[in-house]
């Protein structure tokens, strides 16, 4: 293990140094070698300008192929703030309401067996207030169907919806759903079309339609062994689900609540859309007040004291003394954060695509460790 991390830290991508990026890379290091990471791609933002990006280590583990800047990772749960924010612009053009009844947009009752008389809404799949859980799995809405699933019943909690909160990722895949029944177009297409283009972004949720040689490899951690395994699933294409695919209905094959791929300087825009209110040059990509709603407090507090507005989360557990929001993504062995802090002013991407999984105060370890040390060399010293 002591050999393979020597080699990781060799592979850090080779720049002209400052004396801050100096001091900011030997921290680096460090917290590469104690979470065992095999890939690591990290961007500061502050007063609404990149001021530090990098790549370190491994874009693949196999054949030592350093990380690059333009290289996409599967971000996993971060896609869901694509997935809220195209659902907000269909709201400000009229085509959905909030309240709406969720039964009347993908064609079936959608309902909690213990409180058949409550309405599930927009707004609870938005903020996971919904009451659905994921005991049925989340890749089909057939789990909530009640012609089409004898078990659709236990993927509904025991609490009133509305109530309480539950993080659901088959509520964010029906999202995905309603987003492509309701505006016309298939759900991969309609990300691209209406939100990565205009901010000008490389990116996407069809594995087909992204050019292969700049997926990072993701590497799950085993424990056991203290090794690494390649998961080539994050990346699986899918050809036969897509030759069948049913509009309005196939829609969680793309993976609404976990799929996109983009690179963490790419993301790094996005979230300076965030920042900016969904204000972005020469135009918007959501309203302030869309944008301010998805930042909001909508769900009561999680167990980590957090709270949940419309895919962005709000917490106090990130960089110690400052109240943060964005999102986090885990899946395949990927760990990526997206969050800013609440006044916009600054904030930072951590991408990595294999470490030893690490938790401290409710994040990943490696989260905390290189918000941390941005903070420290290019935002507090600012």
């Known amino acids: 293990m002591k050999k393979f991390l020597l080699i990781a830290l060799a592979a850090v991508t080779v720049f002209a140094c400052t004396n801050k990026e100096e001091e900011f890379n030997k921290e680096i290091q460090t917290i590469i070698e104690q979470n065992n990471t095999v890939g690591l791609a990290v961007v500061a933002v502050n007063n609404g300008e990149v001021v530090y990006s990098n790549t370190y280590g491994y874009k693949n583990l196999e054949t030592k192929e350093p990380l690059k800047e333009n290289d996409i990772f599967r971000i996993a749960s971060i896609s869901k703030s694509f997935t809220a924010t195209a659902i907000m612009q269909l709201v ?5 309401s909030l309240d709406q009844d969720v039964s009347e947009l993908v064609g079936f009752s959608v309902r909690n067996p213990k409180y058949p008389e409550k309405v599930i809404t927009l707004k609870m799949l938005l903020s996971h207030t919904s009451s659905m859980n994921d005991s049925n799995g989340y890749f089909t809405i057939n789990a909530i169907n009640p012609d089409s699933s004898a ?13 309480d909160y539950e993080y659901c990722n088959l ?28 901010i000008g972004v490389y990116g996407g949720y069809e594995v087909l339609s992204l050019d292969s040689t700049k997926f ?30 049913v ?81 986090t993504g885990g899946a395949y062995g990927v760990y990526t954060s997206m969050f800013w802090d609440k006044d916009r ?38």
């Open 92 to 96: 400000e053009q009229g085509k959905l």
């Open 151 to 163: 078990t659709w019943q236990t993927a509904w909690n025991s609490y009133e919806p509305g109530t």
């Open 171 to 198: 509520g964010y895949n029906t999202l995905g759903t309603i987003l492509e029944r309701v505006s016309g177009e298939r759900f991969d297409k309609y990300i691209v079309n209406h939100i990565l283009n205009p």
């Open 216 to 245: 990072v490899n993701i590497y799950a951690w085993d424990k056991e062994t203290g090794t690494f395994n390649h998961s080539p699933a994050a990346y699986a294409t899918k050809e036969k689900q897509i030759e069948n695919y």
């Open 247 to 327: 509009f309005g209905h196939s829609t969680p094959v793309f993976s609404p609540t976990g799929g996109l791929k983009i690179s963490a300087i790419d993301l790094s825009k996005v979230m300076r859309m965030h920042m900016s209110l969904g204000a972005i040059e020469g135009g918007n990509i959501i309203s302030k007040e869309s944008a301010e709603l998805m930042q909001s407090a909508v769900s009561p507090k999680t167990e980590n004291d957090d709270t949940y507005g419309f895919a962005i989360t709000t917490s106090k557990n990130l960089l110690d003394g400052h109240t943060m929001i964005g999102h």
């Open 345 to 382: 002013k600054f904030g930072f991407v951590v991408m990595t695509n294999g470490c030893n999984g690490r938790r401290d105060n409710g994040f990943m370890s490696i989260h905390r460790e290189c918000v941390a040390a941005m903070y420290k060399h290019f935002v507090a010293q600012n």
